[in-house]
Nanobody
């Protein structure tokens, strides 16, 4: 699975930024795509942000993302988006796109089958 993220960069505190992730893989009704993030230089594992199911567009969010993040998909473009508003300095991270086609699972670290290379988001204070 090849996933390519774009849209990262510098954003001011309380600003908004939209990330995109294009998939070159075939999608299935069981496909879920979403976003994780990892703070640069820190050993903590990747943190789940949000995910969306390809069939039906069902979404689920990390508690820290609810209210600030909207995930969406364009099935014709095989692309998933993350719109995050009111970004804070602690949102500075490398944002990774991930996917799975496994049935009856959520998109968690355990079930991810493909990863993008990551895109860095820096939030200026």
């Amino acid at each position: 699975v090849q996933l390519v993220e774009s849209g990262g960069g510098l954003v001011q505190t309380e600003g908004s930024l939209r990330l995109s992730c294009a998939s070159s893989a075939r999608t299935f009704s069981s496909t879920k795509m979403g976003w994780f993030r990892q703070s640069p230089g820190k050993a903590r594992e990747r943190e789940f942000v949000a995910a969306i199911s390809w069939r039906g567009g069902f979404t689920y969010y990390a508690a820290s993302a609810k209210g600030r993040v909207t995930i969406s998909r364009d099935t014709e473009k095989n692309t998933v988006y993350q719109q995050m508003n009111s970004r804070k300095p602690e949102d500075r991270a490398i944002y990774y796109c991930a996917s799975t086609a496994q049935i009856n699972v959520r998109l968690t670290l355990e079930y991810c089958e493909g990863w993008g290379q990551g895109t860095l988001v820096t939030v200026s204070s």
